[in-house]
């Protein structure tokens, strides 16, 4: 069983369009987060959640909208997408958002806007 | 604000030991991780320091120093499945983030 799954894998679109991605996992965690990795492969946090509350929103574009619709899920929606949104997408998932707790990252999503 | 330091890239021998340094500044430290992440994959957990010292987990260790903001991950007997990225990872209290440095492309060559 895949602890956090995301779908679609890969996404390639044009510019200006929208589109989502979606996460879920399935270890029973409180916490889940979306980071984007750019080509350098700097991996930077966007959102976290926690119990289905936004807890951090790192200065992202009001065009990315995350939404839990429980804890187990952690969706991301783009609109009117860029050329520069071009990365992977990586969910993350951990028990607490508390220190020394783990963090168990998705395959990621490799977005290609064209 | 936060910033983390490491080595773009490293080249080791199969067989070797490497260390990746990591040196940071932040405010309201609260924990340092290192993660592993193999190309095209996924960062796992390798390990996580709160306090000074060494931690050791089978070939691989972790040392950190809170006063001079550094810690290293020691690799031993290296293996092939061994090259990848190396994240270093702080997690501060107060904004609850997890800042990872840009990792270490660590290259074991034969």
């Known amino acids: 069983d895949t602890a956090v799954s995301q779908t679609p894998k890969y996404l390639v679109t044009q510019m200006g369009n929208d589109k989502s991605i979606k996460c879920e996992q399935n270890l029973g965690h409180d916490t889940m987060y979306w980071y984007k990795q750019d080509s350098k492969k700097f991996l930077k946090i966007m959102f976290s959640y926690n119990n289905k509350e936004l807890i951090i929103n790192e200065t992202v574009p009001n065009r990315f909208s995350p939404k839990s619709p429980d804890k187990a899920h952690l969706n991301l929606h783009i609109n009117s997408l860029e050329l520069g949104d071009s990365a992977v997408y990586f969910c993350a998932s951990s028990h607490a958002l508390a220190a020394q707790e783990t963090q168990y990252f998705g395959p990621g999503t490799r977005l290609l806007v064209l | 604000g936060q910033n983390i330091d490491q080595p773009t890239e490293m080249t080791a021998t199969e067989g070797a030991i490497v260390q990746i340094n990591c040196t940071y500044q932040?405010?309201?430290?609260?924990?340092l991780f290192w993660y592993q992440q193999h190309a095209g994959e996924a960062p796992t957990f390798l390990s996580y320091n709160v306090l000074d010292g060494l931690e050791e987990k089978g070939r691989f260790s972790s040392f950190l120093s809170r006063s001079k903001g550094y810690s290293y991950l020691l690799l031993k007997e290296l293996q092939m499945k061994d090259s990848a990225s190396y994240l270093c990872?702080?997690?501060?209290?107060?904004?609850?983030?997890?800042?990872f440095g840009t990792g270490t492309r660590l290259k074991v060559l034969a």
């Open positions: 990872a702080l997690f501060t209290s107060g904004t609850y983030k997890y800042i």
């Open positions: 932040t405010s309201g430290f609260n924990g």
